[in-house]
């Protein structure tokens, strides 16, 4: 037996709409379930992981917090979706970014100058940049594929941060921990309102969102990105160039997951240590798909995958299940999202072949 | 309620008021058809009238609104093509459904049932494609076949699944007439073994000449039904358009200007494999001129655009110039700026983007060119969406062409319609120099006098016109100076009255000594 995907003649835009949702809906129910087979009451578990986290202001910031990063390095990513670049490699950019940003306070401790944040936060860009300049490069000169080449460089960030902290950039007073020294109150970033944690970190996020979505849907330079994911030879004839398109859209999300990573530790953490995210550019990718890979769809998305981990940390405390469960629901939600497109896409048949040459000769 | 004209017998396939609507926009309105068993079956009809909405239904690709299909006598339902395949209905699209990637036999196997091996698929496709004439490799890269060629693996894919009815949607638009003939030879056997055809075509002479019984289409309705033997090209192209098909008033006349647009000693070699390399190709166009280029297809007819539009710019700047000016190692870009303006032979994905609005595609040819109307905003390049949209609505007001709604997606208009857009998307800035790679591929009578007499009067205001073509009809209509393409080389140009197609068709033979012998002289 085979399964077969059939292309839909008439997809619904109504449920094309509506499928993020659907697939919110599909996460909850599919969660609940989950919560009920280890023995948790559902309805109290999803409260706590839905609900609560709401309704206090001390985890909206920590949504806050956390939703910064997923949506700045999300709006990247999806200029390089929409343009036909599979950057899967974010969550290395935003570990090169961090490092980067943080030659200042770390290497140049000493010097104390307004210039101190300014210049990480382009540090950082830049770091971040660089590093998605590698696949870019090699996608354009060498036709390799991005895809891999961008994820393999993660873990290559991850272990090239494990190294710097524990030798040449720890800390001579940290007794030892695997940290760098603790960044210089001007290399924090500043918080956003007074009531909390919540810093600048946001607004950048919500501000480069914003200013992908004006630019999709208003400029050339949008239309050049929509043009050349849909047809390059389309986009050669419009006189654009798909090799020029690689590079604008990996530097560009790279330095984005940068910014995002010099802001997390300049914001949050406010020194390095070996582990930095808890996987932000991988959900990213999540967030990048929930918001249909539009820029204000992905603040939405941002906040919502944010609480998720807040969520998740919440249910760990009170009903004291795994830390796991966060990667379980985002994992869920992925998967909704895709197949809730998919269905909407095309139909399923399953196609019960014949036996090869064994049945036919049976039958006659 | 049985049909009166039909032949006597029952009919293989039966159609009663079968409607599609898309919104509120009937494409197909109350449609009724009978197919008898061995019959060839003209549906004809003018850009945008419904044909390929009706036979897509026909083959389980759109779902009808209201209606019903009767496949030799009973009701059916025909959910998908895989449906219409195991009842015996193949079919060959206006537009070709196939994966550039893989190869002949590989596009071919995907249609099959699984469980058949590769290497059988292609002893058997090229088992019919050589008892059918159609010559095919099944090894070839899909990606590296020229139009006419991809439509063999089309035809050689519904052959493959023994059909019973096969229907062919303008089949003959990007054949040559010999290639068509040898179409035209296959129907023949088909119907001799007791098939039927269902077949859409533009070109009147060849519906005369091949088929039993003619339907007519007007607006998603049938107008008529007729013997095409009965009648003539004129009296069926009136039943379709419902007026006179204007003719096209030829060049004759035009007053010679500079040239305009010129090739010097162009050669590229095959980007691809199985691309054709251009060699020592020269060419000059004058204001006032339309050079047509005839030759059979894949001939290099693809090659010589890109390197004229600058799609693939070559490194030697001397080997084209654009209104006196060098312009080889250019892009396509500079070259719109230079006042050249292109139309490709392909239209979705290469011409326009089938899933953008028209007005998009309005902005994807003229983006710099008309950088001054449509965008503001500086570095920031904002599209002026409004003024854009007035620019396409006066093209298709100015082009006549036929859509459902105000800014459709460009995918949804008809191939004929659409062609007419991206021929006005052009016309409308009024290039000095044009260059057009089959300008009405799939376009009904009506219009195509409409774009040619189009590409005649923009010569006549003094641009330069490069038309290239495998209808000599339309060659004949258009040009005032005429060359072959063949393999790779062009001839030298002659004056459209000193050529007739029998003179055209020895330069496609007999030239290459020629123009070698002129190169050793040149030299
Ligand atoms: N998916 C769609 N959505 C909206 N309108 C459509 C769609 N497909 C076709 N139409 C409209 O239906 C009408 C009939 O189109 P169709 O493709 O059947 O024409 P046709 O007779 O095959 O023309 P041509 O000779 O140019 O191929 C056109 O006006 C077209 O714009
Ligand atoms: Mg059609």
Known sequence: MRIELEKRANPSTLYSILSPFLALGLTVIAGGIMFALIGKDPVSALYSFFIEPLLDIWSLHEIAIKAAPLILIGAGLSICYRSNNW??????????????????????????????????????????????????????????????????????????????????????D?????????????????????????????????????????????TLKGFEITVLGQSERAGRFAGFSSKRMIWFSMLLS?????????????????????????????????VAFLGRLNPLGIIAAGLFLALTYVGGEAVQLTLSVSDKVTRVFQGLLLFFVLSCDTLIQYKIRLVFSRIGQSSEGGAH | MSAVGASGGSPLLAVRSLTKLFGSFAACNAIDLDIQPGEIHALLGENGAGKSTLVKMLFGVLAPTSGQILWKGEPVRIPSPGAARRLGIGMVFQHFSLFEALTVAENIALSLSPGISLSKVAEEASRLSHLYGLPLDPKAHVADLSVGERQRI????????????????????????????????????????????????????????????????????????????????????????????????????????????????????????????????????????????????????????????????????????????????????????????????????????????????????????????????????????????????????????????????????????????????ELDRQPAVLIVNQPTWGVDAGA??????????????????????????????????????????????????????????LLMGGMYGKTEGEVAHAH
């Open chain 1, 87 to 172: 950057n899967i490699g974010a969550e290395g950019q935003f570990i090169m970014g961090a490092i980067a940003g943080a030659i200042v306070p770390v290497v140049f401790h000493d010097w104390h100058s307004p210039l101190v944040l300014p210049l990480m936060l382009v540090f950082g860009m830049i770091g971040g940049a660089l590093y998605a300049a590698i696949p870019a490069f090699l996608k354009a000169h060498m036709n390799t594929n991005e895809i891999l080449t961008s994820l393999m460089l993660v873990y290559i960030a991850q272990l090239f941060l494990d190294w710097l902290v524990r030798g040449p950039w720890r800390s001579p």
């Open chain 1, 174 to 218: 940290a007794y030892n921990f695997p940290v760098t020294r603790d960044f210089a109150p001007e290399a924090i970033l500043p918080e956003l309102i007074a009531s909390g944690r919540a810093n600048l970190g946001f607004a950048f996020a919500v501000l480069a969102a914003v200013g992908l979505w004006l630019m999709m849907r208003y």
């Open chain 1, 254 to 286: 790279g330095a984005l997951a940068g910014l995002a990573g010099i802001s997390e530790v300049s914001g949050t953490i406010g020194k390095l240590q070996p582990i930095i995210s808890p996987g932000y550019g991988f959900t990213a990718i999540i």
């Open chain 2, 154 to 425: 089309e035809i050689v894919r519904a052959l493959l699944q023994n059909p019973e009815l096969i229907i062919l949607d303008e089949p003959t638009s990007v054949l040559t007439p010999q290639e068509a003939d040898r179409l035209f030879e296959t129907l023949a056997k088909l119907k001799a073994e007791g098939r039927s055809v269902l077949y859409i075509s533009h070109r009147l002479e060849e519906v005369q000449r091949i088929c039993d019984r003619a339907t007519v289409l007007r607006h998603g309705k049938v107008t008529g039904a007729c013997d095409p033997r009965q009648e003539t090209p004129a009296s069926l192209a009136r039943m379709m358009v419902g007026s006179d098909v204007a003719s096209v008033s030829a060049a004759g006349t035009n007053t010679k200007g500079d040239v305009l647009l010129e090739a010097r000693h162009l050669s590229v070699p095959a980007r691809t494999p199985f691309a054709v390399a251009l060699k020592n190709v020269c060419l000059k166009v004058r204001g006032g001129e339309v050079l047509a280029i005839a030759g059979v297809a894949g001939n290099g007819q693809g090659e010589l655009f890109d390197a004229l539009s600058g799609e693939y710019p070559v490194p030697d700047a001397g080997a084209v110039s654009i209104r006196g000016k060098a312009a080889g190692n250019l892009g396509i870009t500079a070259r719109r700026l230079m006042g050249a303006g292109f139309v490709p032979e392909e239209r979705h994905g290469h011409a326009a983007v089938p899933a953008l609005p028209l007005s998009d595609n309005l902005v994807l040819a003229r983006n710099q060119s008309d950088r001054k109307t449509f965008l503001a905003g500086g570095v920031l390049g904002v599209i002026r969406h409004a003024v854009v949209r007035i620019a396409s609505k006066r093209i298709s007001e100015t082009m006549d062409v036929r859509k459902s709604g105000e800014n459709p997606a460009a995918g949804s208009l008809s191939g004929g319609n659409l062609q007419k857009y991206i021929v006005g998307r």
């Open chain 2, 448 to 505: 195509a006098s409409r774009i040619r007499q189009a590409l005649v009067d923009l010569a006549k205001a003094g641009s330069a016109v490069l038309v290239i073509s495998q209808d000599l009809d339309e060659i004949f209509e258009v040009a005032t100076e005429i060359a072959v393409i063949s393999e790779g080389r062009l001839s030298d140009a002659y004056p459209a009255h000193e050529l007739t197609r029998e003179k055209i068709g």
